[in-house]
């Protein structure tokens, strides 16, 4: 199995910068993409950046200029760089992976998820 782990979440001031990691870890896996998502209460889980393994990122509207998603191949471990932090950032995030597996002698494509890190941004 793999496992995600996630870290970087904290209080900031409006303004301010936040760096997110997510390390991934665990048996034989290949990495095809990974993202970040963020989620409030009462509403759905949304996309915040991803990056493929060959680099190509994506960026949800609101964050475009603010925010940075990268990757350490050799670490198997995706960044986000959040700058120019806004109230409205606020919210829980979590890492996914979109994995290619080695389970049962067959590679196996799953999706897996962090636990979640809390962001807060308020003065």
């Known amino acids: 199995q793999v496992q995600l782990v996630e870290s970087g979440g904290g209080l900031v001031q409006p303004g301010g910068s936040l760096r997110l990691s997510c390390a991934a870890s665990g048996s034989a896996f290949s990495i095809i993409a990974m993202a970040w998502y963020r989620q409030v209460p009462r509403k759905e889980r949304e996309l915040v950046a991803s990056?493929?393994?060959?680099?190509?990122?994506n960026y949800a509207d609101g964050v475009k200029g603010r925010f940075t998603i990268s990757r350490d191949n050799a670490k198997n471990t995706v960044y986000l760089q959040m700058n120019s932090l806004k109230p409205e950032d606020t919210a829980v995030y979590y890492c996914?992976?979109?994995?290619?597996?080695?389970?049962?002698?067959?590679?196996?494509?799953?999706?897996?998820w962090g636990q979640g890190t809390q962001v807060t941004v308020s003065s």
């Open positions: 996914n992976a979109d994995l290619s597996v080695f389970l049962s002698a067959h590679w196996v494509r799953s999706d897996y």
């Open positions: 990056i493929t393994s060959g680099g190509t990122t």
